[in-house]
C-alpha cells in the first residue's frame, strides 16, 4: 500500500489549531498517508499564540509531496504579496501536486498566483479584504470548502476537519473518512457547500425552534415538500417559520432542502448500485435531470463522474 505524501508548511504567525489538523485527521487513515511539517528555512516557527513549535524539516521537503496544506496565519500577517523565502519554497512543489489551503493560507496562494481564475474560499471575516487584494479570483466566500482541483481551498479553522475529510474521501472513499471521523470524534460529512457560520442572529428565548421540522423533513426527503407543509408541521406561519429557519440555519428552507437532498445523493452514489433516475426518486428530485443540475451546481461534476471517483476508491 503506497503511502500519500502530505506536507504541511508552516509560515510565522501559524495558528496552532489548524496546523495539527492534518496530522491529526490523515494520521487516523489507517497508515495511508505520511504527514510532514516544514517552514521554509527548517527553523522553529513563531505562532499566533505564546508560544513556538519546532518543525523537522525544511522547504526540499515540498519536492516530495503529494500534498502539500498551508496552514493558516495570523491575519494582520496578511499581504497581497508573497515574501521571497515563500515564494521559494513554494517553487519547490513538484506541476501537478495537489495544494489545500486552510482558512487564510489561501492569501499565500492568491498572492502566488495560483488561484487567478479559481474558484476558492476562504473565512468570511476576511472575505471582502480578499476580494479586494485578488480581483482575479473567484471568491465563494459562504462555503466551507472549494475543489477546484489541483487546488483546495476551506474556510475558517474546523472546515480544516471538513477538507482533511474530503481529501480521505476522494482518495480512499466514505467508509474509511467515517471511520476517522469516529475516531476523532467530528462530524462525517458537512457539505463543501454548507454556508459559513456568518453572523447568524440568535433565535430569541423561548422562541420555538425548527429542529423537529428538520429532523421530520431527513425522514421525508422523497417526498415534494413545501414551504406549506414544513410550516405546518412546526405550526408556525409560512412567513414566521422561514424567518426561524434562516436565523438558526442561515439558509432557507428551500436552500436547506436541496442541500440535503444532494447530500443524500451523493451517499447513494457512493454506497449503492441504483441509478440516477433512481436516486433522484429517492431524494425527491423530480428527474434524474434535475438531480444532475443540482449536483453539478453543488460540487460540478456529474453523477457518473462522482459515482466513478469513490467507487473507484472504495
Excluded at 7 to 26: K, M, N, Q, T
Excluded at 57 to 78: F, K, N, W
Excluded at 181 to 189: D, K, L, N, T, Y
Excluded at 214 to 222: D, P
Aim: glycine share 8%.
Amino acid at each position: 500500500m503506497r503511502r500519500e505524501r502530505v506536507v504541511v508548511l508552516a509560515l510565522d504567525g501559524v495558528y496552532p489549531f489548524e496546523l495539527g489538523i492534518p496530522s491529526r485527521i490523515l494520521g487516523a487513515a489507517d497508515g495511508r498517508y505520511q504527514v510532514l511539517t516544514c517552514s521554509v528555512d527548517g527553523r522553529p516557527v513563531r505562532t499566533n499564540a505564546d508560544f513556538g513549535v519546532t518543525v523537522e524539516h525544511g522547504p526540499e521537503a515540498l519536492a516530495t509531496a503529494d500534498t502539500v496544506v498551508i496552514a493558516p496565519v495570523a491575519p494582520d500577517r496578511l499581504t497581497d504579496e508573497v515574501p521571497g523565502d515563500v515564494l521559494a519554497a513554494l517553487a519547490l512543489i513538484r506541476p501537478g501536486t495537489r495544494i489545500v489551503s486552510i482558512c487564510t493560507g489561501a492569501f499565500v496562494l492568491a498572492a502566488a498566483g495560483l488561484l487567478d481564475g479559481r474558484r476558492a474560499t476562504t473565512h468570511w471575516q476576511v472575505a471582502d479584504r480578499f476580494r479586494r487584494m485578488f480581483p482575479r479570483v473567484d471568491l465563494d466566500p459562504d462555503v466551507l470548502f472549494v475543489d477546484d482541483h489541483p487546488f483546495l481551498t476551506s474556510a475558517g479553522a474546523a472546515s480544516g476537519v471538513d477538507i482533511c475529510l474530503h481529501l480521505v474521501r476522494k482518495d480512499h472513499g466514505s467508509r474509511l473518512a467515517n471511520s476517522v471521523a469516529r475516531r476523532c470524534v467530528v462530524p462525517p460529512f458537512r457539505d463543501g457547500g454548507q454556508a459559513q457560520y456568518i453572523e447568524q442572529p440568535v433565535p430569541e428565548q423561548g422562541a420555538a425552534s425548527t429542529a423537529a421540522t428538520r429532523a421530520w423533513a431527513l425522514e421525508r426527503l422523497g417526498e415534494p415538500l413545501t414551504l406549506a407543509d414544513l410550516s405546518g408541521h412546526a405550526r408556525m406561519s409560512r412567513r414566521t417559520f422561514a424567518r426561524r429557519f434562516h436565523d438558526e440555519v442561515g439558509l432557507s428552507p428551500g436552500r436547506w432542502l436541496i442541500q440535503q437532498r444532494v447530500a443524500r445523493a451523493r451517499h447513494l452514489l457512493e454506497s449503492s448500485d441504483l441509478t440516477v433516475d433512481q436516486i433522484a426518486g429517492r431524494v425527491g428530485f423530480a428527474t434524474g435531470a434535475s438531480l444532475r443540475q443540482h449536483l453539478h451546481t453543488a460540487i460540478g461534476v456529474s453523477p457518473q463522474a462522482y459515482r466513478r471517483t469513490f467507487q473507484t476508491a472504495r
